[in-house]
């Protein structure tokens, strides 16, 4: 039992004799360091222990599995919301990360059969293509498209140039078709009086038309009026899309000096104008 400070204090003035029972008070009053401060001597310590886990439930803290599943994330990843993944992947820079299919869930990439599947469908686009490009290529280079022989005229006269034009070289007065009368009337070339006449007004004829451009093409991004390079209006305006090579409808209208087109639908890229001169 301890004695009050003050008490102490008193015994303790001057010129006071204190007793051998008031020095073993004073004494008795604190504690000594070899003796141990019982847990009900400290003022709070009852209400501070009791903010402290025991042993026991710390350890069975430590071993629940669910323990702060609130805040966070398990082991297993079990209590993760698809919003805590989604913010994860956003911190950590990885929201475009690909995935491939699994057995309970579709991923975001293609696997290798969808890449193969895409890639022998792109081939025969390809080939489809090329064959629609060579068969557009033959077409063009097909006399019927003239719907006559001149194409055919055309083509032996640009192949025996050479020897076409050794023959107007030759004077008329060395060569003996000069001579040659012809049994028919030609008013339409001007009435040629021998053969030597009618081979040049043929020949002329000829080259001209030879130099005369049959076919022309033109590239438009919408409704256009455009200068007729083929000087008629005899002419076959077909329209395709410059990138796909698809058929564009159109509405077209050609004179000796234009040509107009008017698209029918919306445009995705330039058209490309094919013009093609054919037979009155």
């Given at each position: 039992?301890?004695?009050?400070?003050?008490t102490i204090f008193s015994w303790f003035e001057t010129g006071d004799f204190p007793t051998e029972t008031q020095f073993k008070d004073t004494?008795?009053?604190f504690y000594h360091k070899d003796d141990l401060i019982p847990m009900e001597g400290i003022e709070g310590f009852e209400e501070i222990f009791q903010l402290f886990a025991s042993a026991e439930a710390f350890q069975a803290h430590l071993k629940d599995p669910n323990a702060h599943s609130e805040y966070l994330a398990l082991l297993n990843a079990g209590n993760l919301t698809s919003a805590h993944v989604?913010?994860?992947?956003?911190?950590l820079g990885i929201s475009n990360v690909?995935?491939?299919?699994?057995?309970d869930q579709l991923g975001n990439a293609y696997t290798k059969i969808q890449v193969d599947?895409?890639?022998?469908?792109?081939?025969?686009?390809?080939?489809d293509l090329a064959l629609k490009i060579e068969n557009i290529r033959n077409i063009l280079l097909s006399n019927d498209l003239s719907l006559d022989?001149?194409?055919?005229?055309?083509?032996f006269i640009k192949k025996n140039r050479d020897d076409i034009e050794a023959l107007k070289a030759i004077p008329i007065g060395e060569s003996r078709e000069d001579k040659v009368k012809l049994?028919?009337?030609y008013n339409e070339l001007g009435s040629p009086k021998n053969q030597q006449e009618f081979n040049?007004?043929?020949y002329d004829r000829v080259l001209l038309i030879s130099q005369t451009p049959t076919s022309a093409v033109v590239q438009v991004t919408g409704n256009a009026v455009f200068p007729n390079t083929l000087e008629t209006e005899n002419v076959i305006i077909q329209a395709r899309d410059s990138v796909t090579g698809k058929k564009i409808n159109v509405d077209d209208y050609a004179t000796n000096q234009t040509i107009e087109v008017k698209m029918i639908g919306d445009l995705v890229n330039p058209i490309n104008i094919l013009i093609l001169k054919v037979k009155p």
């Open positions: 039992m301890s004695t009050p400070l003050h004494f008795l009053s989604n913010s994860w992947k956003s911190k690909a995935t491939i299919d699994g057995s599947s895409f890639v022998d469908a792109l081939k025969d686009a390809d080939k022989e001149l194409q055919e005229i055309v083509d049994l028919l009337d040049k007004q043929i």
